[in-house]
């Protein structure tokens, strides 16, 4: 699966949170109003999810409506296998080493992370 621009993750991300097919005219009245983009642009955009397989497109009427193909979790879990090995090098401890550093993880955060780890241990 293609890492998606963020610019295409963001339109991804309102056609995953609207939950069913929605047009063109339905992403650019859910854009951010601080993130303007011309019609054209998100068509653009919208192409090229069409091009990587993200979104299938259909005729409705005059309108083309667009539907996600990829789940979010699904991407969201070959984007995060994809950052463990280029960034951590598959690294549980460099991961924890990354998220330590700076302000690092508060006892909620590791608690959290304990109480997960306890629950995949004991889940094999």
């Not at 699966?1 to 859910?30: F, H, N, Q, Y």
């Not at 950052?83 to 993880?105: C, D, H, P």
Request: proline share 2%; glycine share 8%; charged share 30%.
């Amino acid at each position: 699966m293609k890492r998606l621009p963020d610019s295409e993750l963001e339109l991804m991300m309102i056609i995953w949170d609207a939950g069913t097919a929605v047009t063109r005219g339905e992403i650019e009245a859910r854009l951010p109003h601080t993130r303007c983009l011309s019609a054209t642009t998100i068509l653009t955009f919208l192409t090229r999810l069409q091009e990587k397989g993200f979104v299938k497109v259909e005729k409705s009427g005059r309108s083309n409506v667009y539907e996600a193909l990829i789940t979010r979790e699904e991407y969201l879990q070959a984007e995060s296998k994809s950052i463990w090995k280029r960034l951590y090098q598959g690294s549980v401890k460099n991961f924890m080493t990354a998220l330590s550093a700076g302000e690092g993880l508060t006892d909620q955060d590791l608690s959290e992370l304990q109480e997960f780890l306890d629950q995949k241990k004991g889940g094999r």
